[in-house]
């Protein structure tokens, strides 16, 4: 059994809508009774396209609606193939639906439903339907739209060693609860995250803090359907200055070597050199610098100092090595000759002997 509906072009605005109703009503079925629904995943701003795998009749029969927007009775339509290619004009959330070439249904920016300016906002999430008449059959698919919005990470993140902080990780969500995780540096945390109405929230405890947690990363990770959005903040532990470490602790140490201070703390230590190298150059909580070639052949001592201002107070720790300066064995010596460049002289001059020998 076909459908026919009358001409629309010389109809006014009101009495489209008032077709648009009855043809709506003419070929949905009960949908709000139904119980099965395809779940459909959206973020709060962003966009979903939802699409109808109903059978579709030649030409098509195809309309939507949804019991999201209109507060006054059930379902309200949104779109209808056999009276326009357009979004139903009275639809409060029009500027932001489209109708697909397949005849899905696109929704852009996405509410939440949150307070602003005192006012309710109207969420996007909720139930849409579906309608197709295909071979004299009334068909409708239920679809239902869960939205969440990106996780928010709060918390004091700079503290002092050994003491404790808090780090909460919140999201508001319509309809299905997503589930938060905690990760330090990569590893998960076991941390619960009870939810309320519309907000779930979880806290992660970071007690008494040592020079191991500073710049130590913490995410949350929002996982809803097959969305996973992160946050993440990096602590902060002011220390002082320690760890102080001076390479190579040898005696004796050739010309073509490095020498090298370390030493860690927060804020990051000054880290320099007595004597110090005109080559010397600094990086993160390290200084480093070449062997002088004045220092050759004569013990010299090398004192390395790392400082920072922790809680007013300026903290210094010093460590020094004491060695000799040799030259390798494949370099020449300064102002010298290496040794394979002597045996190759002397071998010349051997074999220039023995020629001037020959000759005479």
Same mark, same amino acid.
């Given at each position: 059994?076909?459908?026919?509906?009358?001409?629309?072009?010389?109809?006014?605005?009101?009495?489209?809508?008032?077709?648009?109703?009855?043809?709506?009503?003419?070929?949905?079925?009960?949908?709000?009774?139904?119980?099965?629904?395809?779940?459909?995943?959206?973020?709060?701003?962003?966009?979903?396209?939802?699409?109808?795998?109903?059978?579709?009749?030649?030409?098509?029969?195809?309309?939507?609606?949804?019991?999201?927007?209109?507060?006054?009775?059930?379902?309200?339509?949104?779109?209808?193939?056999?009276?326009?290619?357009?979004?139903?004009?009275?639809?409060?959330?029009?500027?932001?639906?489209?109708?697909?070439?397949?005849?899905?249904?696109?929704?852009?920016?996405?509410?939440?439903?949150?307070?602003?300016?005192?006012?309710?906002?109207?969420?996007?999430?909720?139930?849409?339907?579906?309608?197709?008449?295909?071979?004299?059959?009334?068909?409708?698919?239920?679809?239902?739209?869960?939205?969440?919005?990106?996780?928010?990470?709060?918390?004091?993140?700079?503290?002092?060693?050994?003491?404790?902080?808090?780090?909460?990780?919140?999201?508001?969500?319509? =309809? #299905? %609860?997503?589930?938060? +995780?905690?990760?330090?540096?990569?590893?998960?945390?076991?941390? /619960?995250?009870? @939810?309320?109405? $519309?907000?779930?929230?979880?806290?992660?405890?970071?007690?008494?803090?040592?020079?191991?947690?500073?710049?130590?990363?913490?995410?949350?990770?929002?996982?809803?359907?097959?969305?996973?959005?992160?946050?993440?903040?990096?602590?902060?532990?002011?220390?002082?200055?320690?760890?102080?470490?001076?390479?190579?602790?040898?005696?004796?140490?050739?010309?073509?070597?490095?020498?090298?201070?370390?030493?860690?703390?927060?804020?990051?230590?000054?880290?320099?050199?007595?004597?110090?190298?005109?080559?010397?150059?600094?990086?993160?909580?390290?200084?480093?610098?070449?062997?002088?070639?004045?220092?050759?052949?004569?013990?010299?001592?090398?004192?390395?100092?790392?400082?920072?201002?922790?809680? =007013? #107070? %300026?903290?210094?720790? +010093?460590?020094?090595?004491?060695?000799?300066?040799?030259?390798? /064995?494949?370099? @020449?010596?300064? $102002?010298?000759?290496?040794?394979?460049?002597?045996?190759?002289?002397?071998?010349?001059?051997?074999?220039?002997?023995?020629?001037?020998?020959?000759?005479?």
């Amino acid at each position: 059994m076909g459908y026919s509906f009358p001409p629309i072009t010389a109809m006014k605005t009101k009495q489209i809508f008032i077709l648009c109703l009855l043809v709506a009503e003419q070929i949905l079925v009960s949908a709000e009774d139904e119980t099965d629904a395809t779940e459909v995943v959206g973020m709060v701003g962003g966009s979903v396209t939802i699409k109808c795998d109903l059978p579709v009749s030649d030409p098509p029969n195809i309309a939507w609606s949804d019991n999201v927007w209109n507060q006054k009775h059930g379902q309200e339509p949104i779109f209808n193939s056999s009276i326009s290619s357009d979004i139903v004009e009275t639809h409060r959330f029009k500027e932001n639906m489209e109708i697909d070439s397949d005849f899905s249904l696109i929704l852009n920016n996405l509410l939440s439903g949150r307070e602003e300016d005192n006012e309710l906002e109207v969420s996007s999430a909720g139930d849409y339907f579906c309608h197709s008449i295909s071979d004299g059959q009334k068909l409708s698919q239920k679809f239902n739209l869960v939205l969440a919005e990106a996780p928010t990470c709060t918390g004091e993140t700079e503290v002092t060693e050994g003491e404790s902080t808090e780090l909460t990780c919140s999201v508001m969500y319509s =309809g #299905k %609860v997503p589930t938060l +995780e905690w990760f330090r540096n990569g590893q998960k945390e076991d941390v /619960k995250a009870p @939810p309320s109405l $519309g907000k779930v929230e979880s806290v992660l405890d970071v007690s008494d803090t040592t020079y191991l947690d500073d710049e130590a990363i913490y995410t949350c990770r929002m996982t809803i359907g097959d969305i996973h959005e992160e946050c993440q903040q990096t602590l902060s532990v002011k220390y002082i200055v320690r760890d102080i470490k001076l390479v190579p602790m040898d005696d004796v140490i050739r010309l073509d070597q490095e020498i090298r201070c370390t030493a860690r703390g927060n804020p990051q230590p000054k880290i320099t050199f007595d004597p110090e190298s005109s080559s010397a150059y600094s990086g993160k909580n390290f200084r480093a610098m070449e062997v002088e070639k004045a220092w050759l052949n004569q013990m010299t001592t090398v004192v390395c100092r790392a400082e920072n201002e922790f809680e =007013g #107070k %300026v903290e210094i720790i +010093e460590k020094s090595i004491t060695f000799n300066v040799t030259v390798p /064995k494949s370099s @020449p010596v300064a $102002g010298g000759t290496s040794h394979n460049s002597v045996s190759i002289l002397a071998l010349v001059s051997t074999i220039l002997a023995v020629l001037l020998a020959t000759l005479l």
